[in-house]
């Protein structure tokens, strides 16, 4: 596969998190792209239940950057599902799922950490508004996959 645009990407990646609600039998409506912090806006065809996701797309990696704002923009129903699109198109991509309080949680005291180490040559780091979501530094328990997520919509 050839590596498509960054925007390319990220559209992609909301319309595989899309199909993933739609083939459960869930309502998923993509927002406009300037809609900050909410991609998809999930209900149960009543409209009883719903849930705001984010989603975060990469190629072939298993990190995806993220701003300072991941610390504060969170909510008790609020998701983020970091898609990782692989290099064989005949593969179907990765999800990690994670509420966002709990993303807002390991991403802040995980950067203060990160701040608090010395940097290169044992210099203190500068600090940044970059973040980094990386799934081997979260518990397992705090990754979703797709039944556990759907059950908090039921």
């Known amino acids: 596969m050839t590596k498509i645009s960054k925007q390319l990407c990220g559209v992609a990646g909301e319309y595989y998190v899309a199909a993933e609600f739609s083939k459960r039998g869930y309502l998923a409506a993509i927002?406009?792209?300037n809609s900050d912090g909410i991609d998809i806006l999930v209900?149960?065809?009543?409209?009883?239940k719903s849930l705001s996701i984010q989603v975060k797309t990469t190629q072939n990696k298993r990190k995806w950057i993220l701003t300072k704002k991941v610390e504060t923009g969170y909510s008790k129903n609020k998701y983020f599902v970091f898609v990782n699109i692989k290099s064989d198109l005949n593969c179907l991509?990765?999800?990690y799922i994670v509420n966002s309080e709990i993303l807002?949680?390991?991403?802040y005291h995980g950067h203060r950490r990160w701040l608090e180490e010395p940097g290169k040559n044992g210099r203190k780091r500068n600090d940044s508004?970059?973040?980094q979501f990386e799934p081997k530094y979260f518990d397992p328990s705090?990754?979703?996959?797709?039944?556990?997520?759907?059950?908090?919509l039921n």
């Open 142 to 152: 705090e990754i979703l996959n797709w039944d556990q997520l759907i059950e908090i």
């Open 31 to 33: 927002t406009l792209r």
């Open 43 to 48: 209900s149960d065809t009543n409209g009883e």
């Open 104 to 107: 807002a949680n390991n991403i």
């Open 93 to 95: 991509p990765e999800y």
């Open 129 to 131: 508004s970059v973040r």
